[in-house]
């Protein structure tokens, strides 16, 4: 969670003031409920169906960013084949598929992620085998009506 206000500043300048973040509630170890950055209060919530491999930042334009989470005991290289495909504008992979699809050496894990929490989409529980992908990149936005920013 010491990343987090840092975050926040780097969303900000890129996407304007964020307002809200959502993150798994089974992911994270701290349960705080708004945090303090600069003059902003940004609201934190938890969630039980949220996708683990998931951030959320609503910003004041109420446009939504989507970030991947990877877990802290990824190996190195599959964080950063990950993240390289989570930042790629062509990429139409669903966030929790981009962990399970990075090969990763043998005796390493992303312990927790191939639960039942990772195959739920964010928008209400849509398995993510249903054959829709969406892009859940850090350059990935869209408006909260569902129109593209």
Known sequence: MAELPGLVVALSER??????????????????RRLAVGPDLVRIGWFDTL????????????DQVDLLVVPPDTTPEAAERAMATAAD??????????????????GATTAGWSDA???????GGSAAS?????????????SRTGVHA
Do not use: C, K
Request: aromatic share 8%; glycine share 4%; charged share 20%.
């Open 51 to 62: 996708d683990p491999a998931l951030l959320i930042a609503i910003t004041g334009r109420d």
């Open 89 to 106: 504008p062509a990429n139409l992979t669903h966030a929790p598929d981009i962990l399970t699809a990075a090969p990763t050496p043998q």
């Open 117 to 123: 929490y990772a195959v739920w989409d964010n928008e």
């Open 15 to 32: 996407y304007g003031r964020i307002r809200h973040i959502m993150l798994n509630i089974h992911t994270w170890d701290s349960r705080f």
């Open 130 to 142: 249903s054959g829709v992908h969406r892009s859940h990149t850090e350059s990935t936005t869209r």
